[in-house]
């Protein structure tokens, strides 16, 4: 029995079997095969490489259509890459010759291709190592695809082991088969932590090492609530987790019972909206479940998971029509597309950035290609005619932003308009709060923008210079820093003296232990993972207004982030006490 601790992310307990997978490193073991299986496995090496093509094609013709120039040109390249003989004559031949497995064959001749290239240091052969080692990727990842089918196809629950896990492999994860997982690597607001919430899945991050020390079938144990993970566990041991996750359940379920019986206020009548955060528009039943009060923040990136390419008009439209079903005449914000960076930046074909977390991503990269905007904007603008909708712009960092966006906006008003097709033209049109410069001059976006929502996950990352996915820094991603406390209050302060709706949509918000801070800092509007919607709605119902403002003036007069920390839990653990609601 081995026991690693790591950053717990979504709570809950799973114990399974281990279902370990390759990092994209593809370490590749040299495999043979037997002469009976030549045919078969040229075959799987050609499928391989013409899907290859047509997902290159793919990529060139969509960029074309939003970038010009180099981006297709680097694409055209990779295309003739793989139509070289060094390619499409010597892979197979060492399939046929040596024997060799497809996957094996690609690793030696990229190989032999890339060693020279290196030694030349030249930065335009070093570009060209890139080019290789992309296309290498992309052909094993084809010849190993069946392993991401393994992921939706199990037969058995497992608990997932892994480097880390894309948005895109989290959003295909198997629900009903993956009981839990665990990654190398993560923070505790990353994309996997927040996929891993959404969906309901025990889930501990940031373990370092956890794919070599475990191994395929090893009994793996992941307790979501303290981050402990462990490994063939003894008898003693499993029996207790058991007990922890049946006891996780209940506490589930009474906070469920609870909430609904809760009223709709604070212990003093001051009205709060609960609204859920979503990545599918398939989450909307369990925010009604639970009560939420609408969406207020879909990251409508995410349906580049579903359609794995650039969504047309017509697929963003169908995806808000059934949110609007779904949420029958609840509110719907609909934030613009966020990519770059750790979300979805390969898969719409972004050049790679020294520093992606400061690079083209998100509004920019909507300014840089209006294509993509307008075709989003159009479908948000045209699904407003079947329900309340807000429409909100991620990462804006200075008014000149919002200003190029909102004119875009505008244009597009003026074409449905002309075409005559149906849509709402008074669509409010908000921005995320979570870049600093943002928070800092928040004022000389009042009159601009129609609502406000604070983004904590990147506005601590990008306050506190704090990378949110990364395990080593972790322990210093902490909300309740003064610095960030100070940009929260100024911002909720400001919109609510401006009578503009704001809320926060990050993390935050979804922890009973910064509920009544935020409340005392005068938020009334909180948007939160559906998972975390009743124990919200149960701790806001049992604080009075003023009650909370005395603590957020406490909270905010103190300097160390770990004190303000300690004084946050102890009110939590008195509104929700351990002994009524249990683990
Ligand atoms: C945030 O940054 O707090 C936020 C809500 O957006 P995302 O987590 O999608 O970056
Ligand atoms: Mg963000």
């Known amino acids: ?6 950053i717990p992310v979504s709570p809950g307990v799973a114990i399974a079997p281990a279902l370990v997978l390759d990092s994209e490193s593809f370490r590749i073991p040299r495999r043979f095969i037997r002469k009976d299986e030549v045919e078969t496995e040229l075959k799987r090496f050609e499928l391989a490489r013409t899907r290859a093509i047509s997902e290159i094609t793919d990529i060139r013709d969509s960029v074309h259509s939003i970038a010009k120039g180099e981006v297709g040109l680097i694409f055209e390249a990779h295309l003739r890459m793989l139509e070289d003989p060094l390619i499409r004559a010597e892979i197979p031949e060492k399939i046929k010759a040596k024997r060799y497995t497809p996957e094996y064959a690609v690793s030696r001749v990229f190989k032999k291709i890339i060693k020279p290239m290196k030694e030349i240091h030249d930065p335009y052969f070093l570009q060209r190592v890139n080019d290789f080692y992309d296309i290498q990727k992309r052909l094993l990842r084809n010849l190993l695809g069946q392993r991401a089918l393994d992921l939706q196809q ?5 608990v997932v082991v892994a480097h880390d896990l894309t948005p895109s492999q989290t959003a295909t994860l198997d629900k009903k088969m993956v009981a839990g997982f665990v990654t190398d690597v993560g923070g505790a607001t990353s994309h996997t932590a927040i996929l891993a919430n959404a969906l309901g899945i025990p889930a501990v991050v940031g373990l370092g090492t956890i794919t070599s020390d475990v191994s395929g079938g090893d009994v793996v144990i992941v307790d979501g609530k303290s981050g402990r993970v462990i490994v063939n566990p003894d008898d003693a041991t499993r029996a207790k987790y058991e007990a922890r996750g049946q006891e996780h359940a209940d506490r589930e379920k009474r906070l469920v019972d609870a909430a609904a019986k809760a009223s709709r206020t604070t212990a003093d009548d001051a009205a709060v909206s609960l609204y859920a955060n979503i990545e599918w528009d398939s989450e909307i039943e369990q925010a009604r479940k639970y009560g939420a009060d609408g969406v207020g923040l879909f990251r409508t990136e995410f349906i580049y998971a579903q359609f794995g390419a650039h969504p047309t008009e017509e697929q963003h439209y169908e995806v808000y029509r059934r949110a609007h079903a779904m949420l ?4 719907l914000t609909l934030r613009t597309m966020d990519f770059g960076a750790d979300k979805f930046a390969a898969e719409v074909g972004l050049e790679p950035e020294e520093n992606p977390f400061l690079g083209c991503r998100s509004i920019r990269l909507s300014l840089r290609e209006p294509k993509l905007l307008i075709t ?6 045209r699904a407003a005619a079947l329900g309340p909708t807000r429409m909100m712009l991620p990462m804006v960092g200075s008014i000149e932003e919002f200003r190029a966006a909102r004119q875009i906006v505008n244009n597009v008003l003026a074409d449905l308009k002309r075409e005559g097709v149906a849509h709402r033209a008074d669509v409010p049109v908000g921005m995320m709060v979570e870049v600093p410069s943002a928070a800092l001059s928040i004022e000389h976006f009042l009159a601009d923008s129609d609502f406000f929502s604070i983004g904590t996950n990147d506005l601590v990352q990008y306050t506190l210079a704090v990378d949110r996915n990364n395990q080593y820094v972790a322990n210093l991603f902490k909300h309740t820093n003064p610095a960030v406390l100070k940009l929260l209050s100024g911002v909720i302060k400001a919109c609510n ?3 503009k709706p704001v809320s926060v949509c990050g993390e935050m918000a979804g922890e009973a232990r910064y509920a009544m801070l935020l409340l005392g800092m005068g938020l009334r509007d909180f948007s939160v993972g559906p998972t975390s919607l009743p124990e919200l709605r149960t701790l806001l119902s049992r604080v009075t207004t003023a009650e909370a403002a005395a603590l957020a003036d406490k909270a905010l007069a103190m300097s160390e982030a770990d004190q303000i920390a300690a004084l946050l839990d102890a009110e939590a653990d008195r509104l ?5 609601f249990g683990y």
């Open 576 to 580: 929700l006490p351990p002994d009524e």
């Open 154 to 158: 199990l037969d058995r629950k497992v």
């Open 328 to 331: 029958e005449g609840r509110l």
């Open 497 to 499: 003296a401006a009578g």
């Open 376 to 381: 989003q904007v159009r479908a948000i603008l």
């Open 1 to 6: 029995m081995e026991i690693k601790n790591g």
